[in-house]
């Protein structure tokens, strides 16, 4: 099934590097075809095997590191993307679903086929009629200079929902729900409910957070002042204009796949982001 499996690491600690070369031995025995991220392929001195994120074409992806090395992964990966076996090497890794010590057994599974794929939505974002990359989590706006307020008027499709004058706002999936929305005071999606989530930051007006159906496009017009900064999964950047001023989101016609072994959804939330009776795995 898996004839070909691309790798991408962080190289900011020495167990990471390790367990990714471990890995590797792993596949070759296996014989099965690798392509690596081309820093991790300098690192381990294999220059044959390197490719990058942008034009891999691999039948999974293997990560080693947090939710930032997961979504950096997505961000670039060519569409439909593969699934994604994610070994947590950071400090929550909630998108993550192996421990290192359990990631040659769990790469064992995955080749057998003994896995679940959790598919989950990406959203689409347009600055005036330019797309922007997919976001796994989250698109985030801001205002250029810090702690100054952005006025914004919030559209769902043709319908005026409302201004909101605050430090900025985040449109969250239902992934993202678990993410810098939460932080900013949104609530977590429960994975059965297909929507999104509209989070301002710091609201100097009474305006709560709003989940929306996943059919809905939702138009967030800068009132004041024109220039902002969209941030899409922490990694993508890129700023508004005065002309162009006008951001809209909704549900992508793309996915991302996750291989999940137990699909646990609450045992996660717990063990990582809640530490109610739960266990880090």
């Known amino acids: 099934m898996f004839k070909t499996v691309g790798i991408v690491s962080r190289l900011d600690r020495k167990q990471a590097f390790q367990l990714a070369i471990n890995i590797v031995n792993a596949l070759q025995t296996r014989r099965i075809q690798i392509q690596l991220e081309p820093s991790l392929a300098k690192h ?38 593969p699934p994604i076996l994610a070994i947590n090497m950071g400090v929550r890794g909630f998108l993550a679903e192996v421990a290192p010590k359990n990631a040659l057994a769990a790469l064992n599974r995955t080749l057998k086929g ?29 205002s250029l200079a810090p702690a100054k307020l952005l006025k914004m ?31 900013a005071g949104g609530p977590v999606i429960d994975p059965d409910v297909k929507g999104f989530v509209f989070t301002p930051i710091a609201p100097l007006t009474v305006f709560h957070p709003i989940v929306f159906s996943a059919n809905s496009t939702i138009h967030v017009e800068l009132r004041r002042p024109k220039k902002a900064i969209i941030v899409v999964d922490g990694h993508f950047q890129t700023e508004t204009t005065p002309e162009l001023s006008r951001i809209t989101i909704a549900k992508s016609e793309h996915e991302s796949s996750f291989i999940r072994f137990t699909g646990d959804f609450y045992h996660r939330l717990k063990g990582r982001l809640l530490f109610c009776e739960g266990r880090r795995p």
Do not use: F, H
């Open 44 to 81: 381990m001195k294999k220059p044959a095997l390197a490719t990058p994120i942008e034009k891999m074409k691999a039948d999974m992806i293997i990560t080693i590191g947090g939710d930032g090395t997961i979504l950096r992964t997505c961000l670039k990966l060519p569409k439909p993307e």
């Open 114 to 142: 003994n896995y679940k794929l959790d598919r989950t939505t990406r959203l689409s974002s347009y600055l005036g009629k330019k797309r922007l990359p997919d976001a796994l989590n989250e698109v985030s706006i801001t």
């Open 153 to 183: 008027r919030i559209w769902k499709d043709s319908e005026l929902i409302g201004d909101c004058q605050s430090d900025g706002a985040v449109v969250a999936s239902q992934t993202g729900s678990t993410g810098y929305s939460l932080s």
